[in-house]
């Protein structure tokens, strides 16, 4: 199982913008597609959106579509997570996933990804 490496994260208030990182340990993201996904207490872990490999394409749940937006920097061979007007109800724990795939490929649901980032917590108060 591949590592990745989580960074960013921590407290705002309503309406600000925070920005996640996720990094392989050990190995290159180029024929990965990654995911981001939310575990708030008490509930399921959920998808929020995807980047395809080497950039192709993004998806997201309507929940974050317009405010979130995934990047990934092959050069750095890390992708990134900006979340813009942030919501008292995005307050959860974000993770990362990283699953090998063809081109194309880009789908947000937990169970297609097979290697997880550490999650970092998000909390949005006023």
């Known amino acids: 199982q591949l590592q990745l490496v989580q960074s960013g994260g921590g407290s705002v208030q309503p309406g600000g913008s925070l920005r996640l990182s996720c990094a392989p340990s050990g190995f290159s993201l180029d024929y990965y597609a990654i995911g981001w996904f939310r575990q708030a207490p008490g509930k399921e872990r959920g998808g929020i959106g995807c980047?395809?490999?080497?950039?192709?394409?993004?998806r997201y749940a309507d929940s974050v579509k317009g405010r979130f937006t995934i990047s990934r920097d092959n050069a750095k061979n890390t992708v990134y997570l900006q979340m813009n007007n942030l919501k008292p109800e995005d307050t959860a724990v974000y993770y990362c996933g990283a699953v090998r795939a063809g081109n194309g490929f880009c789908n947000y649901h937990p169970k297609v990804y097979t290697s997880w980032g550490q999650g970092t917590q998000v909390s949005v108060s006023s």
């Open positions: 980047v395809g490999v080497s950039g192709g394409g993004t």
